[in-house]
């Protein structure tokens, strides 16, 4: 039996030996939408809980879009283009438009990279901009949260008349599901307000792991997606969200659009419905994907994969990770975490809360309690340090020796499909 594994912008083959039985899900949902202009264009003029929005757009007044980052996938982008057309067709041209790249705390990356994210022409005729959570004269405070997260947004958005947030949904390991919402807080967001909403994934004891509710697939009793929902709330700006949900080369499988939280829920329960991965039991072994790129640039984007293929392994379980991190670590924090090695990350995040402590505890806490292969592009000792174990040509053979192929699960994009014994069709409850 050969199974192919995305990796990076290509492929390799796992070789099975002697094994024809072993399950494979987690490659193909349900088909790509036939025409995404067209699906757009409905979902605009038949939003979710929402005037259409060519009623809601303002003859006079700035439009904010904002967009996920190119490590959310290209859906999005690739809807950006009929999105623009449209509002210039109702009146709201390049004189009125600016796009936001609502990276949150990730790192800008602008020149030949956002071009070809968004396209050249996109960049030299309308006005885009990436968010920058560190630059106080460009953030404009809008209140605090019920759980005291204090909210500073991107000025461009708080004073336009209408904001649209056009992002992908995909299951996240600690805010539930990816989009809408999430453009805004943490997407747009001041650097103290992220870091107050991702400490909300963290217990009490943030050593202790993560908090109860904050899993994929999860909104409801989610800590970080109620208040990711109350600080976007926070915005007195009318906002309008375009949803997609992807398939793993990036083509729409479902598009819809309309009040943030309606429309948003809509699109996990589409999700949800299509690109779980129902199982009887649990396995002994887990051979999977990260997706290839971007979700597996970096080590901090592949490891939720790792989190997802988790979900379908027995405790002191077997892991394959196939995930190149091109980009390496992905984040100084979380490297940070780990810098005396996987032992001494409760006590670091313990000492004092730094972006991207939940990935590290996470992290931490998938390596005690399983033994992963890492397939990567980082040195051998890089990838020891965070307790992985690198997969070299081969290890396959005698690492999966014994097992018979029922006890065996390959999950092809782990980063898009989500494994569990539960299968519920919609947005689990925490």
Request: proline residues 5%; aromatic residues 6%.
């Amino acid at each position: 039996m050969r199974v192919t594994l995305s990796y990076g912008t290509g492929s390799f083959d796992v070789e099975m030996p002697g094994r024809s039985a072993v399950r494979t899900a987690g490659g193909a949902g349900v088909p790509p939408l036939p025409d995404e202009r067209d699906s757009l264009a409905a979902a605009l003029e038949r939003p979710v809980a929402s005037p259409p929005l060519e009623r809601l757009l303002p003859r006079t007044g700035s439009v904010a879009v904002l967009i996920s980052d190119l490590t959310r996938g290209a859906a999005a982008a690739r809807l950006l283009r009929p999105l623009l057309e449209e509002l210039e067709r109702l009146g709201a041209g390049p004189e009125r438009v600016t796009v936001i790249l609502a990276l949150g705390l990730h790192r800008g990356r602008g020149g030949a990279a956002l071009a070809a994210h968004l396209g050249a022409d996109i960049l030299s005729r309308w006005t885009v901009v990436e968010h920058d959570a560190r630059d106080g004269g460009s953030l404009v405070d809008v209140g605090a949260t019920a759980s005291g997260t204090p909210c500073a947004l991107n000025r461009a958005a708080v004073d336009s008349a209408l904001v649209i947030t056009l992002g992908a949904v995909a299951f996240h390991y600690f805010a539930g599901y990816g989009g809408a919402r999430k453009l805004i807080l943490p997407g747009i967001a001041s650097e103290s307000a992220i870091l107050a909403n991702h400490r909300l994934s963290l217990r009490a004891d943030a050593g202790a792991g993560l908090s109860a509710g904050c899993r994929p697939g999860v909104l409801d009793g989610n800590p970080v997606h109620e208040d990711m929902l109350a600080g976007a709330r926070l915005l007195e700006t009318r906002v309008f969200s375009v949803n997609v949900v992807a398939g793993a080369r990036g083509e729409a499988l479902f598009i819809n659009a309309g009040d943030l939280d309606a429309s948003h829920r809509a699109a996990c329960e589409f999700l949800s419905a299509h690109m779980r991965i129902p199982l009887a039991r649990l396995y002994r072994a887990v051979v999977f994907s990260a997706g290839g790129f971007p979700k597996d640039i970096d080590l901090l984007q592949s490891h939720k994969a790792i989190r997802h293929a988790s979900y379908a392994l027995e405790e002191g379980g077997l892991m394959l990770a196939a995930a190149e991190c091109g980009e390496g670590v992905g984040s100084e924090s979380y490297a940070g975490a780990f810098e005396r090695g996987r032992l001494a990350v409760p006590g670091r995040v313990r000492a004092g809360y730094t972006a991207n402590a939940q990935a590290a505890v996470s992290t931490c806490e998938l390596v005690t309690r399983f033994s992963i292969y890492l397939k990567s592009a980082m040195d051998d000792a890089l990838v020891g340090r965070f307790g992985f174990c690198p997969w070299k040509p081969g290890y396959e053979d005698y690492l999966l020796a014994g097992l018979a192929d029922g006890e065996i699960l390959v999950i092809e994009n782990a980063s898009l499909f989500l494994p569990g014994i539960e299968a519920a069709a919609g947005p689990a409850r925490g």
